[in-house]
Structure formats: structure tokens, C-alpha cells
């Protein structure tokens, strides 16, 4: 192995996916096989085509984003550990000491700590977008404005922060016709600052997803909990989880209709003395195929690392490709 001592893992959220996603690894390694194949009998239907066969319209809907990434991203993190140390226990053969993911990433994380069952995953996430595509209205567009802006903006037009992504990134949440007024506020307050509409079925993160939550909260209560092997980070408190499982799930319940806190997740990844990040599933990009995507978290990620005192590398497993790439910079 390489010198690297701490690595982070990083999880992508909706908004990574694609038609076709999984697919070149599907055909290439065993340990994904697998892994699609536990993911389709926890769900009851075959995660595999919808994946790589279905159009993005239904790739796109929530319900099944959601499995969709979450199978993804723990497929490519079981590919890495098999990759980099094929006869050791895939869940202690790395120096990992913390995990992080973007909104539904954070299931991944806990996967990823051991906090949560794969399976058990797949059926909270498989939940959690059933309802915040039946329960959640309103939709969302992120801006290119300090939170403290943005705030001031949203709370002029019946809308909420979503996410604070980076010190001049802030997504917003509202009804259709209050993020429209909002929008043209904007343009006329900061002419030159840039705005970019979300495509989702929601305001996620914000008021209008407070009934998917307080039905998603039913489902969290009868779901097991370990204590995570590793430090994971919360969203909502934009710190670590602690050992309290009560309060894990509280989190993950507020999490739905509170702002995910990424760019201080990222800070405390920085802080705790990662000298590795490593991103796990998902992708963007124009292209069609795996090999055309890159890294749904790289952007933010290399924007924020000039703030460690000592930046982390920074590498990705997403394709076949970036296997290779992040399995030879470990070695």
C-alpha cells in the first residue's frame, strides 16, 4: 500500500445518475455482480435493469434514484477494497477513519462504517424516495451566493436553504411560483451572480418536505442500527455522529427538510487530517458512457481542499478507469 494514512471516503447524492450507470463494472468484476444482485433481492425488483436499461426519465424519479446510487456506490467501494487488498476483509483492509456523503450519499457513509446494513440501506432509501416524491412539492435552483444572501433572499419569498455546497454556493427550495420571484430578486440585486435550476421532483431539504419526513420517521424507528466503525458525518449538524443511535436517526430525519451542511462537512474531513479523499459512485458529464463522466463531488471538493492546511489527494472510483487510476495511486 501506499503511504497514505486516512483516507475519507465521499459519497455522491442525487444528481449523479445516469442511464447505463454501473454498467462497464457490472460486466467486468464478480464483486459487482454481486453486489446488484444482493441490491435486487432487498428491493424486489432488478436494480440492474433498471440501471443500464431503463430511460432517464425513470432513472430520474426519485424512488428510484435513490437505489439506484446507493447500489452504484457501494459497488464501487467493494471494488476498490477487492482491488487493493483481495484477500483481506474488505471492511478493515484500508486506513479509512471517516466517511461523508451528499445528502442521500450519507446512507453510503453508514454503509461504508458499518453503521448500516446494505440491505437495510436499500430498503430506508427505496422508502425515503417513495415518499419524497408522493409527499415533497416545490422545486429548487442553486445560487451562486454566500448562505447569508441567499438566506436573506429566501426568507423575502416563502423559500428555504437547501444545501450550502460552498462558501458562495447555496441551493434554495420554494414553490414553483415563489423560486421564479426569488430568481428575478436576484438578478436585479446581484446582476453578475449566476443561478442554475435543479431538476427535481421537490424542494428537498426545505419545509415542503416535512410530511415525507414525518412518514419516512415511522420507517427509520423499525430499521437497526450499529454504532459506525468509523467517524461519519451528519448533514444536519455539518459535524460526526456520535455513538448515541437515537440520535443518529433523529438526524437522519431532520436531515429531509433541513440544509445539508456539505461544505462543513468538508471542513471537519480537512480538519481531522485526511490525507486521501476518495469519491465512490455516481457521475456528470454530457457523455453517454461511463468513460465520458467525471466525479460528482471533484468540483466542490477541489474548490474547499486549498483550505486544509495540508490538502488531501483527491481521487475517484466511478468506471472502470478511475478503478484503475485510484487502485495504481495506491499501490
Known amino acids: 500500500m501506499s503511504n497514505y494514512q486516512k483516507i475519507a471516503c465521499l459519497f455522491p447524492g442525487q444528481g449523479a445518475q445516469y442511464p447505463g450507470l454501473g454498467k462497464d463494472l457490472y460486466e467486468q468484476l464478480a464483486v459487482v455482480r454481486d453486489t446488484y444482485a444482493e441490491a435486487s433481492a432487498a428491493l424486489g425488483y432488478d436494480i440492474a435493469a433498471l440501471s443500464f436499461q431503463a430511460p432517464a426519465d425513470k432513472i430520474n424519479l426519485t424512488r428510484y434514484t435513490q437505489p439506484v446510487l446507493l447500489t452504484h456506490s457501494i459497488a464501487c467501494w467493494r471494488a476498490f477494497h ?3 487488498n483481495p484477500d483481506a476483509d474488505r471492511a478493515h483492509s484500508l486506513p479509512i477513519c471517516m466517511a461523508a456523503g451528499h445528502s442521500l450519499g450519507e446512507y453510503s457513509a453508514l454503509v461504508c462504517a458499518d453503521a448500516l446494513g446494505f440491505g437495510a440501506a436499500l430498503q430506508l432509501v427505496k422508502k425515503r424516495g417513495e415518499l419524497m416524491g408522493e409527499y415533497g412539492r416545490g422545486e429548487m435552483a442553486a445560487l451562486m451566493l454566500t448562505r447569508e444572501a441567499a438566506s436573506a433572499l429566501a426568507g423575502r419569498h416563502y423559500c428555504g436553504i437547501a444545501a450550502c455546497n460552498l462558501p458562495e454556493q447555496t441551493v434554495v427550495g420554494g414553490g414553483g411560483a415563489d423560486l421564479e420571484q426569488l430568481l428575478r430578486a436576484m438578478a436585479a440585486q446581484f446582476p ?11 424542494a428537498f431539504h426545505t419545509y415542503h418536505m416535512i410530511d415525507a419526513a414525518l412518514k419516512f420517521r415511522e420507517t427509520l424507528a423499525q ?20 455513538a448515541d443511535l437515537d440520535a443518529l436517526k433523529s438526524r437522519l430525519f431532520l ?6 451542511l456539505w461544505h462543513q462537512n ?16 455516481g457521475g456528470l458529464g454530457k457523455g453517454e458512457t461511463s468513460d465520458s463522466k467525471r466525479p460528482n463531488l471533484e468540483s466542490m471538493v477541489n474548490k474547499t481542499r486549498r483550505e486544509a492546511a495540508h490538502p488531501p489527494a483527491y481521487l475517484a472510483v466511478i468506471n472502470t478507469q478511475t478503478l484503475q487510476e485510484s487502485v495504481a495511486a495506491l499501490a
Open 82 to 84: 477487492q482491488q487493493t
Open 192 to 202: 453578475r451572480k449566476r443561478s442554475v435550476r435543479l431538476k427535481t421532483e421537490g
Open 223 to 242: 430499521v437497526e442500527f450499529k454504532a459506525p466503525r468509523l467517524r461519519v458525518l451528519s448533514n444536519f449538524t455539518g459535524d460526526f455522529h456520535d
Open 255 to 260: 436531515q429531509l427538510f433541513n440544509p445539508v
Open 266 to 281: 468538508l471542513t471537519q474531513v480537512y480538519a481531522g487530517g485526511a490525507d486521501v479523499l476518495i469519491e465512490f459512485g
